[in-house]
């Protein structure tokens, strides 16, 4: 079975910085890899998807990157806001619609 | 409207109740989710459904009921649940070109259960 684990766990981080989440997984054979964040007590909002044919996508203040050989994906998020602060989820998609989350990472940015 | 609408947002119930949550989306989407997610955990998938067939069920008790009535629709019938299903229960939709790889899903605010 898939197991995904995201580190670090938690990240506390000034305002400004630039930061990099980690998310693996151990079955590289995945059609695609989703980012998620989620507020306290909320739904999950998709941030990037990228399918297991690209190695990055980009959407503003965030890139993601794929390296699917090794099981590896990375968010990095520039110029942090305080609005950043929330938990991030990857999740992976295997046959048949079978979705896999990481652990998350509960990022907090201090203004 | 890429919006999954999912109700009631709370409920507290009884072990002896019956009560169903619903979810809703108007995408065109054909693959829809349950995930029960416990505090400070990763959501776990139910239930998929793909083209209104339960297509997944990763072993759920048999007191989780899950219903897709039609293309936009999900419901969860929960009846005699336990104390430890108290959770936040998610339902997300995605495309199904039906080629096998999964799109972009989409998630609802979730409903706060409480069993009492």
């Known amino acids: 079975k898939q197991e995904v684990t995201q580190i670090p766990a938690a990240l506390s981080v000034p305002e400004g910085e630039n930061l990099v989440l980690n998310c693996s997984f151990t079955?590289?054979?995945?059609?695609?890899l989703q980012w998620f964040r989620q507020d306290p007590g909320k739904g999950l909002t998709s941030l990037l998807l990228?399918?297991?044919?690209?190695r990055e996508q980009t959407s503003g203040r965030l890139n993601a990157s794929l390296d699917k050989s090794s099981g590896r994906s990375t968010l990095y998020i520039a110029a942090s806001q305080p609005g950043d602060s929330a938990t991030y989820l990857c999740?992976?998609?295997?046959?048949?619609?079978?979705?896999?989350f990481g652990t998350g990472t509960s990022l907090t940015v201090i203004p | 409207d890429t919006e999954v609408t999912q109700t009631p947002k709370h409920l507290v119930m009884g072990m002896t109740n019956k009560k169903s949550l619903k979810c809703e989306q108007h995408?065109?989407?054909?693959?829809m989710y349950w995930y029960k997610q416990k505090a400070k955990k990763p959501p776990e998938l139910m239930f998929v459904?793909?083209?209104?067939?339960?297509?997944i069920n990763e072993s759920v008790p048999s007191r989780f009921s899950p219903e897709c009535p039609n293309s936009s629709l999900l419901n969860l019938h929960l009846h005699a649940l336990q104390p430890e299903d108290s959770a936040l229960y998610l339902c997300?939709?995605?495309?199904?070109?039906?080629?096998?790889?999964?799109?972009?899903?989409?998630f609802g605010p979730g409903t706060r259960l409480l069993v009492l």
């Open positions: 997300a939709s995605s495309q199904d070109s039906g080629g096998g790889a999964a799109e972009t899903q989409y």
């Open positions: 990228i399918q297991s044919s690209q």
């Open positions: 999740a992976v998609s295997s046959a048949g619609n079978q979705f896999y």
């Open positions: 079955d590289s054979a995945i059609y695609n």
């Open positions: 459904y793909s083209y209104e067939k339960l297509s």
């Open positions: 995408m065109g989407h054909r693959a």
